[in-house]
C-alpha cells in the first residue's frame, strides 16, 4: 500500500512538472533499472551475449520516460549501481572491497546525474516540437546524444577518467562492429541507443499499424547490422615474434630479482634462430630499469642480438625526479632508441592524485602505491624500419586519443602491451582483450595484444584472430601480421563526431529548455 501511494505521489509530482505519463510506475521503473545492469553486464566478456546491450538500454531508458527528477535521480542511481557493481567486480581481486565499492560509487553517481538530461528530453521535446514524426527521430536522437555524452564526460573526468564500459565495446564480437571503423566507438553507441530509444518511441506512439512509423527503426538496423568495415590498404606483413613469460608480474607476487625477466627470456628462447622482424613482450616484462642498469642493458643486447631483430619492451624508467611506464624500441648495441610513456597512468593504481587526502580517508591502501608515474607526452608510435607501429600500455587501450594518434602518426600494425597479473581468473582481461578487439576494426589495423600471464591474441583487422596464447601459461607466438594503412573515418571524424554528439546534444537541451519553459509561461 505504501509503494502504491509513492508511485503515485511521484507520477503526480511529474505531471506537475511537465513530464509525460510513465509507461512504468516508480516500483517497476526501479525493478526495470535493477535488471538492466545485470542484463547490460552479459553482453560484454567472459559472457559476450552481444544483443542484450539493446536490452539493458532499453530497460534503462523505459525508467527514465514521464519521471520526476527525483525518480530519475533514483532509476540511474539503481542502473549504475546494478551495473557497475557486477561490471568491475574483478577489482576486488586483490584490493578488496574499498577500491571496487569507490569506483563503482563514483560511476554510479555519474550515472546517475547524467539521467536528469534524459528525463528531461523526454519531457521537453514533445511540449516544444509535439509532431509525431519530432517524437520518432529529434527525441530519440537527442536521448542517444546525451547518453553518449555521459560516457563521453565519465571517460574524461576526473582526473583522465573511467571509459571502460562504454555501450559500443560492448560488440567486439558482434556485427555491429564495423560501424566503430566509420563513427568511433562513440557513433557506436550513439546509434545503438538511438535503435533503443526509436522502438520505444515507435510502440508508445500507439501507431505501430502504420508501416511508415517503423522506417526509423528498420533504417537504424539494417545501417547496424549491413555496414561494411572501412576499407584500408593491405602493405604486406611483418613477422612479429612475442612471448608471454606467465612470471611472478602481479602486485603481490613472491617473486625474486629478475624472476620476470627471466621468465620472459625463457619463453622467447624457441624464437632463437627463427626469421624474426621485431620480438615484442609485454608490459613489465622487465624487473629492473634499463635505461639505468647496465646488467639489464646487456641482456636485451643479447636478447636483441640472438633473434637478431629490434625489441619492443617495457619497463618502469627513471628520469631525473620522474617516473614512467616506459615501452622501448631496442637495438643490440644502440640501446633504447625510442621511447613512448604511458599517457594515461591509472589513478589508484599508477599514481595517487591528491595524495594528502586519500590518505586521510584509506591510508593503509594508499600506502602500498608508492610508485608515482608521471604521464608521457611522447607519441605513441615507433618508426620500425620504415614500418609504423602504434603503441597502447595497459589501459590506455581504452582511450581514444591514444589509439588515433597513432593512426595519424602512421601506424600500420599495433602492438598493445598489458600486464594482467592482477586480475588472473577475472573477467577484466578478456573484457581488455574485447576493447584491443575494437581497435582492431575501429582502425583497419592488425592488433598484436600481448600480456606477461595472457590472454594474449594476434588480431587481424577484422577483428579475427590469428594467433593466441590461453591465460597463465608460458609460451610463444611467431605470426605473420597483416600490415594496412589508409585512415578510416572513425580516425579522421572521430573528434568531431564525439563533439556533435556531446556538447551538441548539450546544447539542443538547453535550448529545448528555454523554448518550454517560455511556453509554461504562456
Given amino acids: 500500500m505504501g509503494g502504491s501511494v509513492s508511485a503515485r505521489s511521484e507520477t503526480t509530482r511529474a505531471q506537475r512538472e511537465g513530464a509525460p505519463r510513465p509507461p512504468l510506475p516508480l516500483w517497476a521503473a526501479v525493478l526495470a533499472s535493477a535488471v538492466a545492469g545485470p542484463v547490460l553486464d552479459l553482453a560484454y566478456p567472459s559472457v559476450g551475449w552481444w544483443p542484450l546491450a539493446f536490452v539493458g538500454v532499453g530497460l534503462a531508458l523505459l525508467a527514465l520516460i514521464g519521471r520526476s527528477l527525483g525518480g530519475s535521480l533514483l532509476a540511474g542511481f539503481v542502473f549504475g549501481a546494478s551495473f557497475y557493481l557486477v561490471h568491475i567486480e574483478w577489482i576486488t581481486r586483490y584490493?578488496?572491497?574499498?577500491?571496487?565499492?569507490?569506483?563503482?560509487?563514483?560511476?554510479?553517481?555519474?550515472?546517475?546525474?547524467?539521467?536528469?538530461?534524459?528525463t528531461l528530453?523526454?519531457?521537453?521535446?514533445?511540449?516544444?516540437?509535439?509532431?509525431?514524426?519530432?517524437?520518432?527521430?529529434?527525441?530519440?536522437?537527442?536521448?542517444?546524444?546525451?547518453?553518449?555524452?555521459?560516457?563521453?564526460?565519465?571517460?574524461?573526468?576526473?582526473?583522465?577518467?573511467?571509459?571502460?564500459?562504454?555501450?559500443?565495446?560492448?560488440?567486439?564480437q558482434s556485427p555491429l562492429a564495423h560501424v566503430a571503423s566509420w563513427l568511433?566507438?562513440?557513433?557506436?553507441?550513439?546509434?545503438?541507443?538511438?535503435?533503443?530509444?526509436?522502438?520505444?518511441?515507435?510502440?508508445?506512439?500507439?501507431?505501430?499499424?502504420?508501416?511508415?512509423?517503423?522506417?526509423?527503426?528498420?533504417?537504424?538496423?539494417?545501417?547496424?547490422?549491413?555496414t561494411p568495415a572501412f576499407p584500408t590498404t593491405p602493405a604486406g606483413t611483418l613477422?612479429?615474434?612475442?612471448?608471454?613469460?606467465?612470471?611472478?608480474s602481479g602486485y603481490f607476487d613472491e617473486r625474486g630479482r629478475n624472476d620476470v625477466l627471466n621468465a620472459q627470456l625463457a619463453a622467447s628462447a624457441p624464437l632463437f634462430?627463427?626469421?624474426?622482424?621485431?620480438?615484442?613482450?609485454?608490459?613489465?616484462?622487465?624487473?629492473?630499469?634499463?635505461?639505468?642498469?647496465?646488467?639489464?642493458?646487456?641482456?636485451?643486447?643479447?636478447?636483441?642480438?640472438?633473434?637478431?631483430?629490434?625489441?619492443?619492451?617495457?619497463?618502469?624508467?627513471?628520469?631525473?625526479?620522474?617516473?614512467?611506464?616506459?615501452?622501448?624500441?631496442?637495438?643490440?648495441?644502440?640501446?633504447?632508441?625510442?621511447?613512448?610513456?604511458?599517457?594515461?597512468?591509472?589513478?589508484?593504481?599508477?599514481?595517487?592524485?591528491?595524495?594528502?587526502f586519500y590518505e586521510k580517508i584509506v591510508p593503509d591502501l594508499i600506502g602500498l602505491i608508492q610508485r608515482e608515474y608521471t604521464p608521457g607526452t611522447n607519441p605513441p608510435f615507433f618508426d620500425l624500419d620504415g614500418v609504423g607501429v602504434g603503441l597502447a600500455i595497459c589501459f590506455d587501450v581504452i582511450y581514444d586519443d591514444v589509439i588515433w594518434t597513432g593512426a595519424r602518426d602512421g601506424?600500420?600494425?599495433?602492438?598493445?602491451?598489458?600486464?594482467?597479473?592482477?586480475?588472473?581468473?577475472?573477467?577484466?582481461?578478456?573484457?581488455?582483450?574485447?576493447?584491443?578487439?575494437?581497435?582492431?576494426?575501429?582502425?583497419?589495423?592488425?592488433?598484436?595484444?600481448?600480456?606477461?600471464?595472457?590472454?594474449?591474441?594476434?588480431?587481424?583487422?577484422?577483428?579475427?584472430?590469428?594467433?593466441?596464447?590461453?591465460?597463465?601459461?608460458?609460451?610463444?607466438?611467431?605470426?605473420?601480421?597483416?600490415?594496412?594503412?589508409?585512415?578510416?573515418g572513425a580516425v579522421v571524424i572521430g573528434p568531431a563526431v564525439q563533439l556533435v554528439l556531446g556538447w551538441g546534444s548539450l546544447v539542443g537541451l538547453i535550448l529545448l529548455g528555454f523554448f518550454a519553459l517560455r511556453k509554461v509561461r504562456r
Fill in 121 to 172: 528530453a523526454y519531457r521537453w521535446l514533445p511540449r516544444v516540437l509535439p509532431g509525431l514524426w519530432f517524437r520518432m527521430l529529434l527525441l530519440p536522437a537527442l536521448v542517444a546524444g546525451l547518453w553518449t555524452m555521459r560516457e563521453l564526460f565519465m571517460g574524461s573526468w576526473p582526473y583522465t577518467g573511467f571509459p571502460w564500459a562504454r555501450i559500443g565495446m560492448s560488440q567486439s
Fill in 239 to 248: 613477422r612479429v615474434g612475442s612471448a608471454q613469460g606467465n612470471g611472478p
Fill in 95 to 118: 584490493l578488496g572491497v574499498v577500491p571496487w565499492f569507490a569506483l563503482a560509487g563514483l560511476e554510479t553517481l555519474f550515472i546517475a546525474v547524467g539521467s536528469l538530461p534524459i
Fill in 411 to 488: 601506424a600500420q600494425v599495433y602492438m598493445l602491451q598489458t600486464n594482467n597479473a592482477d586480475f588472473r581468473d577475472t573477467d577484466e582481461n578478456l573484457q581488455q582483450l574485447a576493447f584491443a578487439r575494437m581497435r582492431a576494426i575501429e582502425t583497419g589495423r592488425s592488433v598484436v595484444n600481448l600480456s606477461t600471464v595472457g590472454t594474449s591474441q594476434v588480431i587481424a583487422p577484422d577483428g579475427t584472430t590469428i594467433d593466441g596464447l590461453d591465460a597463465d601459461v608460458a609460451g610463444h607466438m611467431l605470426t605473420d601480421v597483416p600490415l594496412r594503412t589508409g585512415l578510416t
Fill in 273 to 356: 634462430g627463427e626469421d624474426v622482424d621485431v620480438l615484442l613482450w609485454p608490459e613489465g616484462g622487465i624487473d629492473s630499469d634499463p635505461l639505468s642498469n647496465p646488467s639489464t642493458a646487456a641482456t636485451l643486447d643479447a636478447l636483441s642480438a640472438q633473434v637478431d631483430a629490434p625489441l619492443i619492451v617495457n619497463a618502469a624508467t627513471e628520469r631525473g625526479e620522474d617516473v614512467f611506464n616506459t615501452s622501448m624500441l631496442w637495438v643490440a648495441g644502440e640501446g633504447a632508441v625510442q621511447l613512448h610513456d604511458k599517457t594515461h597512468p591509472v589513478p589508484m593504481g599508477e599514481y595517487v592524485p591528491d595524495r594528502w
Fill in 184 to 226: 568511433g566507438v562513440a557513433g557506436l553507441t550513439f546509434l545503438m541507443v538511438f535503435f533503443c530509444a526509436v522502438l520505444i518511441e515507435w510502440v508508445r506512439s500507439g501507431a505501430v499499424r502504420d508501416v511508415r512509423t517503423a522506417v526509423p527503426a528498420a533504417v537504424v538496423a539494417v545501417v547496424l547490422l549491413l
